[in-house]
DNA sequence: TTTAACGTTCCATTTTTTGGAATTTATGCT
DNA sequence: AGCATAAATTCCAAAAAATGGAACGTTAAA
């Protein structure tokens, strides 16, 4: 996990007083924390005028404090819906057995906001964060049929339509004759456009402001070829379009 | 309540946004806040990298990441606050006879934060593992009928209402006319819908902020019906809610 | 299309933080 | 009790980091 720097050291150390068994003095908060002891006493000052910290009776040693617990419970109560979202991804997974992922677009790529592997021994692993081309991949290719004209031509012009596998589309009308259709239909596929025997199906999430409806956000499962084909495949689109439908709640509420 | 400044400062900003209903600008979290832009745009840069915070699908908000809620775990199962809790818990045992639970909303399920057996005496298990679905038992009708009705429908939305047992409400309408009488009770009962023979009886604590008030736990006993039937158990209801009342003031002081 | 608001970058200035050394306080041992 | 030892605290000049006004892109509303 990314370390806490800078500003957010005394942050760290609540994290670190948190994960403790019992309380603990300075001189060992500071063995633990690789800093001096000045240092470690002026954070723990900090935190404790601050009330996320105490001393204990003995006054040698820290623990936390009733802010701290309030701030948990502040926490749970306010489940970011990111988690929720999560869950409905899981549940998609459990529905139809295969990968699940959320994606986003972001100039000429997708990259996955979240994703949940399905438990076949032979599964795609790819993980949050990575990124994708738009125009060999499903949900890529439902953005840029979803997106206003205008955007969806200066994301093409930025796209190289570069050759991954014998499938991917590389001629640009041949492309957009696609991206009608997929606009009509409101899914596409990846008919391992992107790599060799991966198949995949996305859906949108619409984001309604006002009047105007765009799609902010796809969700998608991915399969080996071997398990579901194109025509499989397309048998899990009700249990997509549902959780898409729930998902689109999670984001306009 | 102590004013979070110098190293704390973006502290008090995950403060704030674990008080926040729904996700927010930057610009209106700088407004709030009462520092200048670029200044925020900072700290919410800093919180971000280091998973506390994450941004909206649509990029434009901020909201509360999976860091947070672990560390909100990491908090509450720490001993020197929980053993206080534990102690409250443990009183109410002697003097109901039957087995309490002290339990938080996670999603859809509720999660039991701690618990201690009528039978064993002294005995913490906080199983981060053991959760019950909301919809069917005491505590999580209970977090459904307090919370605002936009979240409650998105918790309904998700639960897939099983049957359990005989009594277990699976009609939506059913259960929500329940949840109203809840709201206006202030207590719920579980009627042997989780599992065939028990009984519970759940009452909520309230944490404020401000003037809002907002149940972020709930205490609760359970019972065999051969022992307690449901209006025996009401009976109880007394000491639940001034045990209740005790674990809130250690929240809100 | 125009306009306004929002988000982001830049950078000189100001303000903190930092940590070695010294001082005070507490603890353990005989 | 008295000494030795370790821990906690204070001090302060050097070093590092945060700050926020101004300017620049970018997105959304009229």
């Not at 031509?153 to 014998?166: A, F, H, M, N």
């Amino acid at each position: 996990m990314n370390e806490l720097t800078g500003t957010l050291k005394p942050l760290a150390l609540l994290e670190t007083m948190a994960a403790l068994e019992h309380p603990a003095t300075l001189a060992e908060l500071a063995a633990s924390a690789d800093v001096p002891k000045p240092t470690m006493h002026r954070w723990l000052g900090a935190l404790e005028a601050a009330g996320l910290l105490q001393r204990t009776p003995d006054g040698r040693r820290y623990e936390l404090a009733p802010r701290a617990v309030r701030l948990a419970f502040s926490i749970l109560n306010n489940r970011p819906s990111s988690t929720i979202r999560h869950e409905i991804l899981q549940r998609v997974v459990e529905q139809v057995g295969e990968s699940c992922n959320l994606t986003v677009l972001d100039g000429t790529e997708v990259t996955y906001l979240d994703r949940v592997e399905s438990q076949w021994p032979l599964r795609i692993t790819f993980q949050q964060g990575s990124r994708v081309p738009a125009y060999c991949s499903a949900s890529g290719k439902l953005f840029m049929a979803l997106m206003p004209p205008a955007k969806r031509d200066l994301v093409l012009q930025q796209s190289r339509l570069e050759r991954l596998t014998d499938n991917t589309v590389v001629d640009q009308q041949v492309l957009l004759a696609e991206l009608a259709d997929i606009r009509r239909d409101r899914y596409a596929l990846d008919r391992e456009e992107f790599m060799a025997g991966l198949v995949c199906l996305a859906v949108p999430i619409f984001q309604t402001k006002g009047r105007i409806k765009s799609c902010v956000a796809a969700l998608a499962i991915q399969a080996p070829v071997t398990r579901l084909n194109q025509t499989e495949i397309l048998t899990k689109l009700p249990v997509l379009q549902e959780a898409a439908e729930t998902l689109a709640a999670t984001l306009n509420e």
